[in-house]
């Protein structure tokens, strides 16, 4: 987990991580801070290892990781997150020692996370990941969220 941990210290993505958690702070919803993004990491290895996928742990996670660290870019000039954290990520994971395939594979899922896809491959897996982290259920301001009721999590499922 060496390379995870470099992209979580890496200067960029602090900073954007610190950004995110500034612009957040008021937010009744849903955050984007590193309890979610953990979250997904955690239930895309989970899903990763049940349908023996293959996938590198180190990669799962820097997709988790990275996937919403455009939120800021997002809030402030309007270019979508998933843009937003592929771009960044492109910075960020050649400096973390992630090999050209892998950056692709990565940029790939992270750029295209809100796309739901049948292919059970790290784009599925960081989709239903991160749709799975949210705890509708247990949200006080679920009555107020634009999600469409098919999205949201009403039910402890396994």
Same mark, same amino acid.
């Given at each position: @987990?060496?390379? %995870?941990?470099?992209?979580?210290?890496?200067?960029?993505?602090?900073?954007? @991580?610190?950004?995110?958690?500034?612009?957040?702070?008021?937010?009744?919803?849903?955050?984007?801070?590193? =309890?979610?993004?953990?979250? %997904?990491?955690?239930?895309?290895?989970? @899903?990763?290892?049940?349908?023996?996928?293959?996938?590198?742990?180190?990669? %799962?996670?820097?997709?988790?990781? %990275?996937?919403?660290?455009?939120?800021?870019?997002?809030?402030?000039?309007?270019?979508?997150?998933?843009?937003?954290?592929?771009?960044?990520?492109?910075?960020?994971?050649?400096?973390? =020692?992630?090999?050209?395939?892998?950056?692709?594979?990565?940029?790939?899922?992270?750029?295209?996370?809100?796309?739901?896809?049948?292919?059970?491959?790290?784009?599925?897996?960081?989709?239903?990941?991160?749709?799975?982290?949210?705890?509708?259920?247990?949200?006080?301001?679920?009555?107020?969220?634009?999600?469409?009721?098919?999205?949201?999590? @009403?039910?402890?499922?396994?």
């Amino acid at each position: @987990m060496e390379r %995870v941990n470099r992209v979580w210290n890496h200067p960029l993505y602090r900073e954007n @991580m610190q950004e995110i958690l500034k612009l957040e702070q008021d937010r009744i919803f849903c955050g984007h801070g590193p =309890g979610h993004l953990l979250d %997904v990491a955690r239930l895309a290895w989970i @899903m990763n290892l049940e349908l023996e996928l293959g996938y590198d742990k180190s990669v %799962v996670y820097a997709a988790a990781l %990275v996937h919403d660290i455009g939120r800021a870019m997002e809030y402030q000039s309007g270019v979508s997150h998933e843009e937003g954290s592929r771009r960044l990520g492109a910075v960020i994971l050649p400096d973390c =020692g992630y090999r050209e395939d892998e950056q692709k594979l990565i940029l790939e899922a992270v750029a295209s996370h809100r796309q739901i896809t049948k292919r059970r491959d790290l784009n599925w897996l960081l989709y239903r990941a991160d749709k799975m982290s949210r705890l509708c259920l247990a949200c006080p301001a679920e009555k107020l969220c634009d999600w469409p009721a098919e999205k949201k999590n @009403m039910e402890i499922k396994g």
